[in-house]
């Protein structure tokens, strides 16, 4: 069975259990969970994890499910009215418009909160859970992801420095790319330089996973993105190809993948990874110009 088919029977697993509080609150959940998506961030935590020679158990599963929860749950309130009021999400209606406002802000709180009973219930060391924890709350929260988030909304309507819009991504979209990398390290019983090094890879694949969705927007269809294309370009937001134009974006998503690689490759040389997937997911991410 293929890992995306798994990662979404992990997810469904913890939402089918007896004591459903409410039926429509899991429907709206599983509405969004079900609704696509490439699974990227915790394809990259299981194909590293393989990489380092760690057999996949259920355990491993539930980490990737609960990471695959908390971005589908910042989907569900990105596309809120209050934040960037999209009628569209891989190209069909939004939480939002499929329920209702009330209902999509729940359905996204369940996403954000339910990931650590799942993560803290894992059959894996009770020191390995701990760590997890704490990794995946500092990328999701105030020190990552939602942080990031108001800074993007602070950053609305203004002209921002290439700084300015670069702390907004490393927070907002770098941070829960940054998790899987360095999970995988932790969970394989990788410490001190060799975490640093995933973690500087996860930030590289961050970058460029920003600068290739900036790309995207402008040069996109809605059939080939499954939502709104042009909508930063529309309302004047700081991107990367409106900052320094489309050929530097290019160059810029190219040399982070290339960096990131080059990590991969030198622990390849010093704990046995195995890149030959990570490296085929990250080659994806390329675009042509």
């Keep these: ?68 929860m908390i971005h589908t749950g910042s989907l569900i309130h990105d596309d809120l009215p209050a934040m960037d009021n999209d009628d569209y999400r891989r190209g069909r209606l939004t939480n939002h418009k499929k329920f209702n406002e009330a209902t999509a802000i729940l ?21 390995v859970k701990v760590a997890l924890i704490a990794e995946l709350a500092h990328a999701s929260g105030t020190y990552g992801m939602v942080g990031g988030q108001m800074l993007d909304m602070e950053g609305e309507e203004r002209k921002l420095s290439l700084s300015e819009l670069q702390l907004i991504h490393a927070n907002k979209t770098g941070k829960l790319l940054t998790f899987p990398v360095v999970a995988a390290g932790i969970v394989a019983g990788l410490a001190g330089e060799d975490i640093n090094n995933l973690r500087k890879a996860g930030s590289l694949i961050g970058l460029a996973f920003q600068v290739r969705d900036d790309i995207l927007d402008v040069t996109a269809s809605f059939e080939e993105i499954g939502k709104t294309p042009k909508k930063d370009l529309l309302a004047d937001k700081a991107t990367y190809p409106s900052l320094l134009g489309l050929e530097k974006s290019y160059d810029i998503l190219n040399e982070s993948l290339n960096e990131a690689l080059a990590i991969f490759q030198k622990l390849s040389e010093t704990q046995g990874l195995r890149t030959e997937k990570i490296a085929e997911m990250i080659e994806r991410l390329r675009l042509n110009a």
């Design 1 to 68: 069975m293929d890992k995306v088919k798994k990662i979404g029977q992990a997810i469904h697993r913890y939402y089918e259990q007896k004591d459903i509080v409410s039926p429509d609150l899991i429907e709206a959940i599983l509405y969004s969970v079900d609704g696509g998506g490439k699974r990227v961030r915790p394809l990259i935590f299981l194909e590293l994890l393989e990489g380092f020679g760690v057999a996949l158990t259920d355990a491993h599963y539930d980490v990737a499910a609960a990471l695959e």
């Design 107 to 127: 359905a996204g709180d369940s996403l954000f909160l339910d990931p650590y009973d799942l993560v803290a219930n894992a059959e894996l060391s009770a020191e």
